[in-house]
């Protein structure tokens, strides 16, 4: 049977997966930004992953060693916002999802970072940006 096969309930399995974990509202303190005040001072960063995994092996086995361990991911993901300062959140989102995909389940990943207080001309709600990377997604 091939990688991509169907299996049974229809689910995909190996490459190419569509199982995903999602973590949303991650939120820490962080002194990224252009400016010197926003390194100063810092501000709150909230942060959206997606990582997408085959699961039918963890599901079948009930195993989180076969899987993601979303707490871990959590924790690390808050540690790449309070690390060193980067300029740019597109910088940030890109550390994030390469600690995502040091995860050898992940094959892909998603990552939003949300800066609700960024310096902006005009009133906004949010300032965001995503970026998605992968290892070996269709």
Request: glycine residues 6%; proline residues 3%; hydrophobic residues 45%.
């Amino acid at each position: 049977m091939a990688a991509n096969a169907v299996v049974d309930a229809g689910r995909r399995t190996g490459e190419g997966s569509r199982d995903r974990i999602s973590l949303t509202g991650i939120t820490a303190f962080g002194h990224h930004g252009v400016f010197d005040f926003e390194r100063e001072q810092g501000q709150r960063f909230v942060v959206d992953v997606s990582c997408t995994l085959d699961l039918s092996s963890a599901a079948s086995a009930d195993d989180l060693g076969q899987t993601v361990d979303y707490g871990a991911l959590a924790q690390a993901v808050a540690a790449d916002i309070e690390r060193d300062p980067l300029n740019l959140i597109e910088a940030l989102a890109d550390r994030i999802a390469v600690t995502c995909l040091r995860y050898d389940a992940v094959q892909c990943v998603e990552v939003t970072v949300h800066k609700p207080q960024a310096p902006m001309p005009v009133d906004v709600a949010d300032v965001a940006v995503t970026v998605m990377r992968s290892k070996r997604c269709e």
